[in-house]
C-alpha cells in the first residue's frame, strides 16, 4: 500500500489529453513539492516535473503539473505512442522522514 | 555529462550481506545528496535512503532501518550502500539517484539500476 494514491491504469488515443492524480496527505503533498517520474519499459526512471510544474530541460511541454491541497495531477496533451510508460508521482514526507512514491499508473496508448 | 554507474548485486542467501556501489562522474559529487530508489520485480518505486553531500545527515525508510547503512567516499566520487539481514522481499533492482533538491524527493539523474536477488 503506497503512501500516495494514483490509478493503476490510465490510457488515451493519439492527440488526446490525459491526466493521472496522485492523491496524498498533510505531512507531504500538503507541506512539500511533488515529483513526476516516467518510466519506459526496462528502463531507468527519468525526472518529468520537479517542485509541482517545472519541468527540466528537454521535456516537452505537453507534459505539465499542478498540485492543490493534499493532490497533484500531471497531464499530458498531444498524446504520443512514445508515451505509453509508467509514471510515478513522489514528495518529501515530514513524518515519515523520507520520500513517499505513488504505485504508478499505467499509461496506454491506444 | 552526468553518469551513474551501480555494481555489486548478485544472488545472495537470506540473512547474508552485500554491498551496492555506484561510481559517480561528470559532476561535482561532494555537492549533491544521493538516494537508493529500490524496484521489486514487477512491482513500483520504493525510497530507501538518503545521504547528504558531505554525509552529515542520512535518512532511512523503515523497511531497511537498522539492517541498510548508506555511505559516501567524496574522494573516490563514489557512493555505497551496505545491506545486511538481507530479506526475500529485499529482492529488487536497486537504484542510486542524484537529489536535485534537498528533502523534495527530487531526482535528476538515476543509474542504470543493479539486480540484488535474495533466495536460498
Known amino acids: 500500500q503506497s503512501v500516495l494514491t494514483q490509478p493503476p491504469s490510465a490510457s488515451g488515443t493519439p492527440g488526446q489529453r490525459v491526466t493521472i492524480s496522485c492523491s496524498g496527505s498533510?505531512?507531504?503533498?500538503?507541506?512539500?513539492?511533488v515529483n513526476w517520474y516516467q518510466q519506459l519499459p526496462g528502463t531507468a526512471p527519468k525526472l518529468l516535473i520537479y517542485?509541482?510544474?517545472q519541468r527540466p530541460s528537454g521535456v516537452p511541454d505537453r507534459f505539465s503539473g499542478s498540485k492543490s491541497g493534499t493532490s497533484a495531477s500531471l497531464a499530458i496533451s498531444g498524446l504520443q505512442s512514445e508515451d505509453e510508460a509508467d509514471y510515478y508521482c513522489?514528495?518529501?514526507?515530514?513524518?515519515?522522514?523520507?520520500?513517499?512514491f505513488g504505485g504508478g499508473t499505467k499509461l496506454t496508448v491506444l | 555529462q552526468v553518469q551513474l554507474v551501480e555494481s555489486g548485486g548478485g544472488v545472495v542467501q537470506p540473512g547474508r550481506s552485500l554491498r551496492l556501489s555506484c561510481a559517480a562522474s561528470?559532476?561535482?559529487?561532494?555537492?549533491?545528496?544521493m538516494h537508493w530508489v529500490r524496484q521489486a520485480p514487477g512491482k513500483g518505486l520504493e525510497w530507501v535512503t538518503l545521504?547528504?553531500?558531505?554525509?552529515?545527515?542520512?535518512y532511512y525508510a523503515d523497511s531497511v532501518k537498522g539492517r541498510f547503512t548508506i555511505s559516501r567516499d567524496n574522494s573516490k566520487n563514489t557512493l555505497y550502500l551496505q545491506m545486511n539481514s538481507l530479506r526475500a522481499e529485499d529482492t529488487a533492482v536497486y537504484y542510486c539517484?542524484?537529489?536535485?533538491?534537498?528533502?523534495?524527493?527530487?531526482?535528476?539523474?538515476w543509474g542504470q539500476g543493479t539486480l540484488v536477488t535474495v533466495s536460498s
Open positions: 517542485s509541482n510544474s
Open positions: 545521504i547528504w553531500y558531505d554525509g552529515s545527515n542520512k
Open positions: 539517484a542524484r537529489d536535485k533538491i534537498a528533502l523534495a524527493g527530487t531526482f535528476d539523474h
Open positions: 513522489a514528495a518529501w514526507d515530514d513524518s515519515l522522514n523520507g520520500v513517499v
Open positions: 498533510s505531512s507531504n503533498i500538503g507541506s512539500n513539492t
Open positions: 561528470g559532476f561535482t559529487f561532494s555537492s549533491y545528496g
